[in-house]
């Protein structure tokens, strides 16, 4: 299988980091092939790209009969599915359920401003977007307030989705990880359970995979 991927981006981190809780190489000793797609020199959109995937996006994964399949969640679940033992997305109906949920909620109200606010407001991302700094900067505060309500939210869980590392960990931690580097947006020093939270991913041997 090959793994097209860009080392900086949120999503392509996100699987690296699936992966690495997996225990899964991604040197090809395993049978996963890193492929990277230096999206700043343009080479998401060259044609050889875009026959793999016309979208133009990363990740993208290559299976062994050639079926590519896009989008994070996806490839995780294939992956996840592939590779059972310690799950990430749950194994009774309500933990799957319940991991869901809040992987969502981290995707679309965490990392998807953190995102914006770095393809908007970053000189960095002007050949990625048709940048309005404006709107960068109102998902710079949006996702500022998001990592203000996650703080509360873990005054009482261990992770994100309760007691259990998941797939919602991992989206929150590359979000954040991704907005500390470059979007100049630090932890605050009252943001203590989420501070205590991130260093406990940053214990885990699969941010090696970052």
């Known amino acids: 299988m090959k793994l097209y991927d860009f080392k900086y981006a949120v999503s392509p981190m996100r699987v690296r980091m699936f ?51 896009q989008e994070t969640m996806a490839i995780c679940r294939y992956i996840e599915l592939e ?7 749950g194994s009774s109906a309500l933990e799957q359920a319940t991991i869901e949920m809040w ?27 048709d940048q309005v700094p404006e709107y960068g900067e109102k998902m710079r505060e949006r996702a500022k307030q998001r990592m203000n309500i996650l703080n509360k939210e873990l005054a009482n869980k261990t992770f994100i989705a309760g007691d259990t590392f998941s797939v919602a960990d991992i989206t929150a931690y ?5 907005f500390k580097k470059l979007s100049d947006t630090p932890i605050l020093p009252e943001q203590e359970n989420l501070q205590r939270w991130y260093d406990s991913i940053n214990t885990r041997p699969s941010i090696a995979w970052l």
């Open 19 to 69: 992966l690495g809780e997996k225990g899964i190489a991604i040197d090809g000793s395993q049978g996963i092939e890193l492929i990277n797609v230096d999206m700043m020199k343009g080479e998401h959109r060259s044609p050889e790209y875009r026959a793999i995937a016309p979208n133009g996006l990363v990740p993208s994964l290559v299976v062994t009969d050639n079926t590519v399949l």
């Open 83 to 89: 590779h059972p033992e310690n799950p990430l997305l």
């Open 103 to 129: 992987q969502r909620k981290m995707e679309m109200e965490l990392m998807m401003p953190t995102a914006m606010a770095f393809r908007h407001a970053n000189p960095m991302a002007k050949m990625l977007e």
């Open 174 to 178: 590359c979000s954040i990880k991704f």
